[in-house]
């Protein structure tokens, strides 16, 4: 796979459910190869990648005796899936000149890439694309919008904010299509995030 320059996406929460077992990483990271962290689909994996992140810091722990730190876990969701996809010119990091496509969360300071694979989605306080504030606390958003602009967003631990206006769309006209959709296909939207 070095030898290529081929990389490997991890999804070890599907793996498992699927196939009793994941990839090898031990040798994965012994040789070399750039390994990003991704869930594989809802259906047997994480139904967000802040879980999948928590499944594979876990696995970490329990299986590779913490051969990870918490920073590279992190860079396995961020930098290293960007510098595969041949987007880190853009983004993938905290840099000037790269879109400011970042999170915000409520979490430990003092230890921040702990702080992430921490986070739920209740701890998301803000997520920007490209600068522009588009999803978090009602609160934090009503700063950079009005309120015909944003859209309440119940989640089971939390309530959030969606900046429909900027982002032209409807949560629940979205939801209301694809329920359409595939109802014409004969199968239904399961719940977008477990209860």
């Known amino acids: 796979m070095v030898r290529t320059g081929t990389a490997l996406v991890w999804s070890p929460r599907s793996n498992l459910a699927l196939y009793g ?3 090898n ?5 012994d ?3 750039d390994i990003a962290l991704a869930p594989d689909w809802a259906v047997t994996g994480s139904s967000n990648l802040l879980d999948e992140l928590k499944f594979a810091a876990r696995w970490n722990r329990e299986h590779l005796g913490n051969r990870l730190t918490d920073r590279q876990l ?22 000037v000149g790269l879109r ?8 430990d300071h003092n230890h921040p890439y702990h702080a992430v694979i921490d986070t739920t989605p209740a701890d998301v306080q803000l997520v920007f694309s ?10 934090l958003m009503a700063h950079f919008w009005a309120r015909a602009d944003l859209e309440k967003i119940d989640l089971p631990e ?3 904010t969606l900046a429909t206006r900027a982002a032209a769309i409807s949560v629940a006209d979205l939801k209301m299509r694809l329920q ?16």
């Open 21 to 23: 077992q994941t990839t």
């Open 25 to 29: 990483l031990n040798a994965a990271l």
């Open 31 to 33: 040789a070399g190869v």
């Open 74 to 95: 992190v860079d396995m969701v961020t930098a290293t899936p960007a510098r595969i996809a041949g987007v880190d010119d853009e983004v993938g990091a905290i840099s």
């Open 100 to 107: 400011a496509d970042l999170l915000v969360i409520d979490g």
């Open 130 to 139: 490209d600068g522009v504030p588009l999803y978090g606390d009602r609160t």
């Open 158 to 160: 939390a309530s959030k």
């Open 180 to 195: 359409l959709a595939l109802k014409a296909e004969g199968v239904s939207l399961a719940p977008l995030i477990d209860p």
